[in-house]
């Protein structure tokens, strides 16, 4: 069975050059690039461009709340046949087993799911995560052809010291010839030097074309990352051009499923780069071709004999317009709509115990009271709006009382939730924006324990205990009462749901927001998230309490 | 122990972009590129140029003449750290016994040696050459790190009707995530496509700018040229830019000693495409990093954090001229010569199978006799000088005689030496040009028979016993007495003596030619070298006799 795809203009990668061809398909490989003139099937392509499909050099699958098969429906339609795909929040709630739940749960979808092990799991001896990932545990794992490396190393200060176990890692995937995946924000000249030289090839953390240019002229790739939470494509833009742009390649790292099903995947980076005047074919090579060869993905990522047949045909190339996706040869979607296919079987003990991750006693308004009482002076985390970092204020507050809606100082715990121990870590924030009732959700990086916060212990147990009894999730309560709710059952982070579905629960849980007196638009979650990720500056909070993230130790509440 | 380089201009083969800066080696790895600036050890550049160490992407050692040790002697001062060769010709001598002498031959020394397992062996069933390899042969040879793929696969018509066991060789390759050398030369459209869809990622047999580029936008390396006997560089200049050059890969593919001692390696291909105005920077990156990321060879081919320290200093960039060549860190060549290093023991067997490759008993005039007798209608082989194309021509000949001196017309005759058969092939031979005596060499692509050209039966005779009695090797006779001579006694094919003394012994055989009547310079062994590969049009001479090479078939002497 052959297909001939006729009168299209096809992006050749390897040169950049449009080049107007027929492309003869047979049994899911091209077997031809010229003037081929029959097939069994014949697909005109007049006025149209046919180039390789789109993929993903980073993304955590997780942050999309969807699990592969419906994330794969997703991004398809925006030209997206494959991804690299790191399973560090899985790997933190259930271990081994959340890390074999994604592969079995992945595989034969018309999307290639690589995987990278998660090195960092947990990240910090503060986190109270699911699990521990030793380099014994990530091994075996380099067996599975989809398995192409360690993913993002980023305790890069345990890289600088050469921490063993880290380093054991690294020199794992290394003896496999896998890659590694940095992560390594603002390192520069010898601490770089020496975060690379241990065996770190790429960065997607990169956030000034200065910081960039150094990376690859240091060997590294870099790739650009235009995600949901983080946004550097714009200043990024000189990476276009040469001669950085071969040593780049396109990411996500973080995406919401509104944002995917609204902006798009790739496709949009792209979109944005051409509509800032860089050359659209630039963003499909890195995309493509570059990523391919990067990760040693062979026959994937041209269209060319032999390579497979992933192919995209665009309307429009400066718009990324994706008309039609073809995965080996098939019509995997099609004018913004992927074609059906069949959900993978994932074995029930996987599926079990990735469901069964909220593993901790309902909570009661008393686990939220101090064991101080009394005005004292208190270490309180502050929220800034819109980032991820937090800084430490030193307040006075009723201990007792633990709240003051005035000067917007509410409680914030972090509740253990994957082994029972009952630890709770309790703070104090401020900015948090809440006039009443209160939030808790399972999304907390990286460990992922159930973040509260709240305006009174009730309304803070109620809220713990409604994303309990939904398995995971998000919820809000007011009066008591639970207001918007997004049940998250797949390990606390993912829904069962389409992307539709999870970005209209999603848009109406972050609606009730609202009643508790924010904002619209006010991204409460996206702060719960990180609240609790001690390697993010300054004040943190975790299962065990403050942690000064400077001076990575663990801090009392009070300081009087 | 740090050795700290200082004060010179690095090249950055990433971007193509020059750099000051200092560079700091530990244990043969570069640590950091910038403003380091203690070291152990210092070693000023000012003035200087560092670049890394310059890669053969396809070469035949064995056409050197030289073993590995003395290959990497002669090769070191001229820059190449590392070579990806073919032992092709020796696994046609000696099969999986002469692969492993050459991968014992070649370890440890200051050099690189990375080997591809030939697939053509021997190149066609006319040939009756020292061993058959199989797929099953060369499987296991892809557990050792340094072999990276399958040869050349010549066999481009078996490649295109997909023989089953050529497919099978390159799916074992494949199967391994290993590289597969191309040769096809001026295939193209369709029949290159079926070539390339194959498996086949690259190739060094382009002759002109337009087969390079087709084969590029097809998803294959080409591999830039410049040996002794084949020279493609002044036609694949403009692969030197855009968009071409990222994609291209420097090769010598067969290489005299002479030309290697006077004219350079890869190191002569960058500067003589610098003095046509070509960037060199451009063809040191296709020799270093492009070369290394095309077989995947890890921290290889770039002055960066974490790669091994394989540098080379030059004085001046234009001209290539090396003054220093570091291997993993440690002085190999200063000015011109190799510093000292340990020749690799090579177990016993293996060195004795390689050693004892002339099987055949001595031969007599009257093994040189036509069975006919009187004058017929003959097939003659057309030499044309400075090609290894021949082409047939149909002369009357006495046969009972047959040597016509007057007319050029000669015999030739290719014996069986592996398997002591006593199978030989007479032909007869136009433009050889020899006025008196014979000459004998053990060198015949693919199979490497003894060759014979002579003027008498006697004096045939006697140049083939020469090469016999030396173990291997080419000989001239006059008048019944040895004239010239240069033992190969490895395989047939190697010396053990330097390339100083390979070129200066080959130099006086070749000065003894002009004995025979040969005019000065003339390159008759080179012919000798051709005269019996059957995939080389038109007429040719095996131990089984003629081969129409057009038609692939056996063809009598006679016509009549």
């Not at 050099?57 to 997780?62: A, F, G, R």
């Not at 993913?151 to 176990?165: A, F, H, K, L, S």
């Not at 508790?516 to 409460?524: I, N």
């Amino acid at each position: 069975m052959t297909t001939l795809f006729r009168n299209g203009t096809v992006i050749n990668v390897f040169t950049g050059e449009m080049e107007k061809a027929n492309v003869l398909i047979e049994n899911g490989t091209i077997i031809g690039v010229g003037d081929y003139d029959e097939g069994d099937e014949t697909i005109d392509l007049t006025g149209k461009f046919l180039a390789p499909g789109l993929i993903d050099s980073h993304i955590h699958i997780e942050s999309t709340m969807l699990l592969p098969y419906e994330f794969a429906r997703a991004v398809l339609p925006h030209g997206t046949t494959a991804v690299i795909a790191d399973p560090h929040e899985i790997g933190n709630v259930a271990g081994t087993a959340g890390l074999r739940f994604m592969l079995e749960g992945s595989r034969g979808l018309p999307l290639d799911f690589y995987w990278m092990m998660p090195p960092c799991v947990p990240s910090t001896r503060f986190d109270e995560s699911g699990a521990v990932l030793s380099a014994g545990d990530l091994a075996p794992f380099y067996d599975d052809p989809m398995v192409l490396g360690l993913g993002e190393v980023m305790d890069y200060t345990g890289v600088e010291t050469r921490g063993p176990e880290l380093m054991k890692k690294i020199a794992g995937a290394a003896a496999r010839g896998k890659t590694v995946n940095g992560h390594a924000p603002l390192q520069t000249g010898r601490a770089l030097d020496r975060y690379i030289a241990a065996g770190v090839t790429d960065d997607h953390e990169c956030s000034s074309a200065e910081e960039a240019a150094e990376r690859i002229r240091k060997g590294q790739r870099v790739m650009i990352r235009e995600g949901t939470a983080a946004k550097n494509l714009e200043a990024l833009l000189p990476m276009f051009d040469p001669p950085y742009c071969a040593r780049c390649l396109l990411a996500t790292d973080d995406k919401h499923p509104a944002d995917l099903l609204t902006g798009g995947h790739i496709d949009m980076i792209i979109r944005k780069a051409a509509a800032s005047g860089k050359n659209p074919v630039t963003g499909i090579r890195m995309a493509t071709i570059q990523t391919a060869e990067y990760y040693g993905l062979k026959r994937t990522g041209a269209v060319a004999p032999g390579y497979r047949a992933d192919l995209i045909v665009l309307s429009d190339l400066k718009k990324m317009q994706v008309e039609a996706v073809y995965k080996d040869g098939r019509l995997a979607a099609e004018k913004g709509k992927a074609v059906p296919f069949k959900r993978p079987k994932v074995s029930a003990p996987l599926s079990e115990r990735v469901k069964n991750s909220m593993r901790l006693n309902p909570v009661s308004s008393e686990d939220f009271a101090f064991q101080q009482k009394g005005v004292h002076r208190c270490r309180v985390i502050r929220r800034i709006p819109g980032q991820l970092l937090t800084d430490e204020e030193l307040r006075n507050v009723d201990l007792g009382k633990g709240f003051d809606l005035e000067k917007d100082i509410l409680k914030i715990a972090v509740i253990e939730r994957h082994h029972m121990t009952g630890h709770i870590g309790l703070g104090l924030i401020h900015g948090a924006g809440l006039k009443a009732g209160a939030v808790a959700s399972s999304v907390g990086h990286d460990a992922h324990n159930l973040v509260v916060i709240g305006t009174s212990d009730q309304e803070m147990a109620a809220a713990a205990n409604a994303v309990k009894e939904c398995g995971g999730g998000m919820a809000a309560v007011k009066d008591g009462k639970v207001i918007g709710k997004m049940a998250l059952p797949y390990g606390g982070l993912m829904t069962d749901r389409s992307a539709e579905e999870a970005a209209k629960e999603n848009a109406a849980l972050r609606a009730s927001l609202t009643q508790l007196g924010l904002p619209e638009g006010e991204e409460l979650f996206m702060t719960t998230a990180f609240l609790s990720l001690p390697v993010i500056p300054h004040l943190k909070l975790t299962t065990k309490g403050l942690v000064d993230v400077d001076r990575q130790e663990l801090v009392e509440l009070t300081v009087d």
